[in-house]
Nanobody, 124 residues
Framework: QVQLVESGGGSVQAGGSLRLSCVASGRPFSSYVMGWFRQAPGKEQEFVAGISWIGGSTYYADSVKGRFTISRDNAKNTAYLQMNSLESEDTAVYFC?????????????????WGQGTQVTVSS
């Protein structure tokens, strides 16, 4: 497993932007699938975005496609989630997740490491 620490959450008005960061430590970062999940109050956790460990292919939930961008900087052991055109429905706790040499699809991936979560609140 790898240790994950998120940052960058906060409160923003609808239409605004935030960038989440996830710093990993403990294992070679480049070998990990990285991704973001979120959980809104009273709802189940859902996959938001993922990036593969080979080739950097990206995958997104339909609800965020075109608005969110996931990226990674292997030299900094950091994954990012750039969130633009935020909507009130994006309000949730966002969790960084990882799996060593895993596979990711538009449905998500089976993470074995999780961050503590960071709150994102979008007001309309």
């Amino acid at each position: 497993q790898v240790q994950l620490v998120e940052s960058g959450g906060g409160s923003v008005q609808a239409g605004g932007s935030l960038r989440l960061s996830c710093v990993a430590s403990g294992r070679p970062f480049s070998s990990y699938v990285m991704g973001w999940f979120r959980q809104a109050p009273g709802k189940e956790q859902e996959f938001v975005a993922g990036i593969s460990w080979i080739g950097g292919s990206t995958y997104y939930a339909d609800s965020v496609k075109g608005r969110f961008t996931i990226s990674r900087d292997n030299a900094k052991n950091t994954a990012y989630l750039q969130m633009n055109s935020l909507e009130s429905e994006d309000t949730a706790v966002y969790f960084c997740a990882a799996r060593i040499r895993g596979s990711v699809t538009v449905s998500g991936f089976d993470a074995d490491s999780w961050g503590q979560g960071t709150q994102v609140t979008v007001s309309s």
